[in-house]
């Protein structure tokens, strides 16, 4: 069976102490590969490493030798498509048909657009009067923040990882990679396209395993780390927060949220319809933009629950390689426990089961996968934790409302802030309540519609500073003023 190796200055190393642990397909529940758990020692050379690189070779490059050898690792990746497309399609089980309009393309378009935005992006100079008359002038450069360390989830597991190397590495940092557990395998295959692109060595490190005390926590801990990119949930947001605080480390943290769906009386209901369908079903209910409550004006409440729950029944779930499949499975059995606990807790706290609920039948070679179903409910109070928890699966609650301000007060209700989507033809009534909605990202009319020069990330504790276009390249380097008196 193979195995899975850490990459640390360019070579593709095995963990000291010989410990393993098994990547699952969680279409099935077989064991896939192995993979090496880094240790202390592991992360301490994968870290002295990125260290050492910034001062080799990658440290000297002119910019346009360092962004033309990123766009090679961006072609490395399309060359490489199919077998991407497989690993994290085993990794996840996620459909082909998802992965292979987003996750693989956006692996590759995340380091053609930063390589071509640090190109292109002005920094600020100023003039300015001296007592002599002779004036000075004032200038700002980037300059690479160092050694960052990126802590990715399993999610979009190359979507997300490469979100932070490619704009850490057009902006010349070095990088060291702790990939989720979950989902090891595209992140280490990016080694050998690193390598064949002709990135340093040293220059992208990865080191494979858990969380606390684990690879993740080692690599916060370490002091020569001098920023931190992490994905995933709020609490470990909270840890990666702390250990950053020693040393005064820069960190930029986009966390979970609960986003809220509004949709209007004057809505066009089939968009509204597709779109929530995949704001509530899409990779399985796995990403963190998903609306997991929507609330409905009441004049159409009863309208939008009957076609949603006709859309989620026509849904089809299936393997990866079911060209068909509309939803894989979750992540991992661990994953679907949290997830029906949810499905429990609704039912428990008197919710309306439109559909869904429990788990699906499915053929016997797939009887091992965390399969769930697409479950939507209507009924539950505010309060219930079902409505204020990010569960993380393929369900929504619907709510009916009845004025606009109603609305905007249900949706800032909780403490997250990430995204939302707002469904009304009414596009002064739109920009109105797109104002208020207390989030970093709102789609009108659409849902995850990415133009990734926009900022991205979340307010409230959804996470700590935003991402995308020109933010990337503010947290990646550091600015510095250079003021010649003339
Ligand atoms: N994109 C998102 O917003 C994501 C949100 N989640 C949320 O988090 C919940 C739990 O999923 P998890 O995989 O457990 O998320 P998580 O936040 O614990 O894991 C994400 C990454 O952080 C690492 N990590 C965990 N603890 C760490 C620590 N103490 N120090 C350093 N690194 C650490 C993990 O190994 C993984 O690489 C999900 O049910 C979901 O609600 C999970 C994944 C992605
Ligand atoms: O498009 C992106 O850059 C990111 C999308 C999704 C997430 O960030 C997530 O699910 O965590």
């Not at 133009?451 to 959804?462: E, Y």
Request: with cysteine; aromatic share 8%; proline share 5%.
């Amino acid at each position: 069976m193979k195995d899975i190796k850490h990459y640390i200055n360019g070579q593709y190393v095995g963990s000291a102490s010989g410990k393993l642990f098994d990547n699952v397909n969680p279409a099935n529940g077989k064991v896939i590969s192995k993979v090496h758990e880094a240790g202390r020692d592991e992360v301490d050379a994968a870290v002295k490493a990125a260290k050492a690189a910034l001062r080799g070779p990658w440290g000297k490059m002119t910019l346009e030798e360092r962004t033309g050898i990123l766009h090679k690792v961006a072609d490395g990746i399309n060359a490489r498509f199919d077998e991407f497309l497989e690993a994290e399609c085993l990794d996840t089980g996620k459909p082909k048909s998802l992965a292979s309009h987003i996750d693989i393309p956006r692996g590759a378009a995340n380091f053609k657009v930063f390589a071509d935005m640090i190109k292109n992006v002005p920094t600020e100079s100023f003039e300015m009067p001296t007592p002599d008359g002779t004036g000075a002038l004032n200038y700002a450069v980037r300059r690479p923040k160092g050694v960052i360390g990126v802590i990715s989830p399993w999610n979009l597991p190359l979507l997300l990882m490469t979100w932070k190397v490619g704009p850490a590495l057009a902006c010349g940092n070095t990088v060291v990679v702790k990939p989720s557990e979950e989902t090891p395998t595209t992140t280490a295959l990016l080694g050998e396209v690193m390598k064949d692109a002709g990135v340093p060595d040293g220059v992208f490190n990865v080191v494979h395993g858990f969380g606390g005390d684990s690879a993740g926590a080692f690599l916060t801990e370490h002091p020569l780390v001098d920023g931190f990119t992490f994905t995933g949930e709020t609490g470990t947001g909270e840890v990666i927060m702390k250990a950053a605080a020693k040393g005064i480390r820069d960190i930029s943290l986009e966390l979970g949220g609960k986003n809220a769906g509004l949709v209007f009386a004057d809505c066009d209901m089939d968009k509204a319809i597709e779109g929530t369908m995949r704001s509530a079903f899409a990779n399985c209910g796995q990403v963190c933009l998903g609306t997991e409550r929507v609330y409905v004006e009441r004049s159409i409440f009863d309208e939008f629950v009957g076609r949603l729950k006709e859309a989620a029944e026509g849904m089809k779930i299936g393997p990866p390689d079911d060209a068909e499949a509309d939803m894989g499975p979750l992540v991992s059995l661990k994953h679907r426990e949290k997830v029906l606990s949810y499905y429990q807790k609704a039912v428990d706290d008197g919710a309306t089961v439109v559909t869904g609920g429990g788990v699906p039948d499915m053929p016997a070679e797939l009887a091992g996968g965390a399969w769930v179903q697409p479950t939507i409910w209507t009924g539950l109070p505010e309060s219930s934790t079902v409505i204020t928890d990010e569960i993380f699966g393929p369900c929504v609650h619907l709510c009916p409302f009845d004025t606009e301000e109603e609305a905007i007060e249900l949706a800032n209700s909780l403490p997250y802030g990430l995204a939302s989507a707002i469904w009304s033809e009414n596009i002064t009534r739109a920009h109105r309540v797109a104002g208020q909605i207390e989030a970093g990202i709102i789609w009108v009319n659409s849902w995850f519609l990415r133009d990734l020069r926009t900022p991205f990330g979340g307010s409230k504790q959804s996470g700590i500073g935003r991402e995308g276009g020109v933010h990337s390249l503010e947290f990646y380097t550091e600015m510095k003023n250079i003021c010649v008196k003339l």
